[in-house]
């Protein structure tokens, strides 16, 4: 849901998107290309686009480049009605966005496994300093560490299925919301201009 011209733009001006412009540099064959060639480069090969959103993930910058559609009281109710819709649609897309891409490369088996690790550490420390437990409970103790890397995996599976459900759930509402956007268009609801940000 990103504004091609934006993208180029901030490529070309934006010192955030250094790496990703040196790689269009690369690609073009130029060290100074214009907007139109980068415009051109990034609609055409979408790895460039991608290299952007990920950018924007990691410094927690939307990729949803659309505006908050204005309600006018002399639209008909039907306009207005789609207006409220779409604009509910681009709100929920910005709430899952971090869930576009799938799971696979996600970091939860590090985040939760190192909780696992650090509950496991911390028992052993305190039984080790202010008990006996190895000696005389040898087992409890180790089957109380088994428990807490069960649970750990079993957190592990949680996060990533719900990853996985958020993700499937924010690949169909890209599409319903870009089939909706593609339709105000047509029906001139709105303008282009009106909906995605400006550069």
Do not use: C
Request: aromatic letters at 14%.
């Amino acid at each position: 849901m990103v504004n091609i011209k934006k993208v180029a733009n901030q490529i070309k001006f934006d010192g955030m998107y250094n790496t990703v412009y040196i790689e269009v540099q690369e690609e073009l064959n130029n060290e100074d290309p214009s907007l139109e060639e980068i415009e051109h480069l990034i609609t055409n090969k979408e790895y460039y686009v991608w290299e952007y959103k990920e950018l924007n993930r990691y410094g927690e910058l939307s990729s949803v480049h659309a505006k908050t559609l204005e309600i006018n009281d002399d639209d008909a109710k039907e306009i207005n009605s789609f207006k409220t819709k779409i604009n509910e649609k681009v709100q929920s897309l910005r709430n899952l966005e971090m869930f576009e891409v799938d799971s696979k490369n996600s970091a939860y088996s590090i985040w939760i496994g190192s909780v696992g690790v650090m509950v496991i550490f911390m028992m052993h420390n305190i039984i080790a300093l202010f008990s006996e437990y190895y000696t005389t409970h040898a087992s409890v103790v180790y089957s109380s560490y088994a428990l807490v890397l069960a649970l750990t995996y079993w957190a592990y599976r949680k996060a990533k299925q719900n990853h996985e459900n958020q993700h499937e759930k924010y690949k169909v509402l890209l599409s319903d919301t870009r089939e909706m956007i593609k339709s105000g268009l047509d029906s001139n609801y709105f303008t282009y201009d009106e909906f995605f940000e400006a550069v």
